[in-house]
């Protein structure tokens, strides 16, 4: 079944001590968007391995973040 992105954003942020189904959820989301961040951050720096960093640092962000995005986000507009 496919999931809209806060939908998966909630199920990791509910469920971040249950690996087996927050991991999966978050690698959807990565998958989705990674080229996404990847692409933005590149235009911005012009370096290709500091964008690789730049989409790493922002993932690890929206990990931390997650509970608190309101169910109206539109998630690839914040990620950029």
């Known amino acids: 079944m496919m999931h809209d992105d806060m939908t998966l954003v909630r199920e ?3 469920r971040q001590s249950e690996p087996a189904v927050a991991e999966p959820a978050f690698a959807t989301l990565v ?15 012009g370096d290709a391995h500091l964008a690789e960093e730049i989409t790493q640092a922002v993932f690890i962000i929206l990990a931390r973040k997650a509970a ?9 507009a914040w990620l950029y």
């Open 68 to 76: 608190s995005l309101g169910t109206k986000t539109i998630l690839s």
């Open 12 to 14: 990791f942020a509910a």
């Open 31 to 45: 998958e989705r968007h990674i080229g996404l961040v990847h692409s933005a951050a590149l235009r911005q720096v």
